[in-house]
């Protein structure tokens, strides 16, 4: 069965640096998600991208973040100058042309220290 | 009012048990409806889509209620494994799934 696939799995950064998180959406899907979960809270929306750029994003996700497809699999998220708030899980989704069931990946922990 | 509203629970019930969750939805306009099943420090999982007509798959029964604005989930014959977060989510037309904080569920044996 087709997956979303994470890297890194766990990812430990001091504040103010930039990190990477990377993700290799299901290959037909073309709609493709961020997702982040703090500890014992809610699963938020970050920002969704389709056909390039991006089609809606949330109040988190400010100048500090961007996203981007730099080829035909990959989806990358970038924060830059990491803030201790910063920790979080984050995870990338996709889905089809329905833009209806997404389909998760299985997160990278992100730990600003 | 927050969007999407869960009991956080726990439920606690025993193997064989019948088990059901609710979440209300504040978007009258809300077009598509999830649960989805969260282990502990994983991604989320579809578990199932909810239909106006209501759905079932196996031991589970999703149902929607539009004019009450909430969903349910029904888990018949639980098991050791259905110990669980479960998550509902909801879509309003746009991209972004809207999820609520979810219903823990420990099944005993």
């Known amino acids: 069965e087709p997956e979303v696939t994470q890297t890194p799995s766990h990812q430990v950064t001091q504040m103010g640096q930039e990190v990477i998180l990377r993700c290799v959406p299901i290959?037909?899907?073309?709609?493709f998600y961020w997702y982040r979960q703090i500890l014992g809270q809610k699963v938020e929306f970050l920002v969704s991208?389709?056909?390039?750029?991006?089609?809606?994003k949330s109040e988190i996700f400010d100048d500090q973040f961007s996203v981007e497809r730099p080829d035909g699999s990959n989806f990358t998220l970038k924060i830059r100058s990491t803030k201790l708030e910063d920790s979080a899980m984050y995870f990338c989704?996709?889905?089809?042309?329905?833009?209806?069931?997404?389909?998760f990946g299985p997160g990278t922990r992100l730990l600003v220290l | 009012r927050k969007e999407v509203e869960q009991d956080p629970g726990p439920f606690n019930v025993p193997e064989g048990a019948t088990v059901a969750f609710n979440c209300t939805y504040s978007?009258?306009?809300?077009?598509?409806f999830f649960w989805y099943r969260q282990d502990c420090r994983k991604e989320p999982k579809l578990l199932m889509s909810?239909?106006?007509s209501g759905n079932e798959d196996g031991r589970f029964t999703a149902q929607l209620n539009r004019a009450s604005q909430y969903i349910s989930l029904l888990i018949r014959d639980s098991k050791l494994s259905d110990s669980a977060t479960y998550l509902c989510?909801?879509?309003?037309?746009?991209?972004?799934?809207?999820f609520g904080a979810g219903t823990r569920l420990f099944v005993k044996a």
């Open positions: 989704a996709s889905s089809g042309q329905t833009q209806e069931t997404q389909y």
């Open positions: 290959s037909n899907h073309l709609y």
């Open positions: 991208f389709y056909n390039n750029e991006i089609s809606e």
């Open positions: 978007n009258s306009a809300s077009q598509s």
């Open positions: 909810v239909y106006s």
């Open positions: 989510g909801e879509k309003a037309g746009g991209f972004k799934t809207i």
